[in-house]
């Protein structure tokens, strides 16, 4: 989702690649679990968690969905899945009750990523550190590389700016008629190419994301033709 806010309001002002070191480091959240309640629905999940979720829990999208750990929403008129929060204190479906995340290893990037976030400008981004979200106040500089806790950190880099900017140009092709045929068709497709059609987490994820762009090439092209 984005913010119409300054980069000024929000951060420390600096910029940071993968390589730098941020003061994000918030040891172990000590107890805390603010970030993991009352998030309504921005906990978006693209298809890299989609396919790491895959991994640690066995599940698709589909089963998570239908659990009620997962639900669809619309975001700037493309429909995309994100994580549910319910219940009294509006707690992530996965926070345990100690307070814990109970998808530490499998978590959605927001989540791995939190308190940075990403600053998107001439076809590629970096990352800013969020000076008012995280409650700790004496957090640790950490590379941001180490910080994002993400394997193959530069083909990870290469999919969030595809993945991004393919979701950028939908937007664009939805807005003002998000409620037309071909939105909702759009929308079907998406859902059914880069989210439900499930993955596999023996397979390597960039060749499968690969693969489904293909595939949405064809099929979408094939649409409206
Ligand atoms: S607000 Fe900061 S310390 Fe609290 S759970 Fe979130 S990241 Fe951890
Ligand atoms: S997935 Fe884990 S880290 Fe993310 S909001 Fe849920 S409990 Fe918190």
Redesign the pocket.
Known sequence: MKRQVSLAEISDGRLYGENDMVRAD?QG??G?????TGMGTSVILDPYDVFRLKQGLGEDLAQLLAKGQAQLNVVDGIILPNLSMAGPGERCAFLTGEGRCGIHGSRPGICRL??LGRYYENGDFRYFLQTG????KNRLKVKVGKWLDTPDTERYHGFVCSWHFFLNGLEEQVKGAEDSEPAKRLNLLLLQNFFLTPYDGERDFYQQYQERTERWEHQWEQKNG
């Open positions: 918030c959240c000590k805390c679990f603010q970030c993991c939190f308190p979200e995280c409650r700790e």
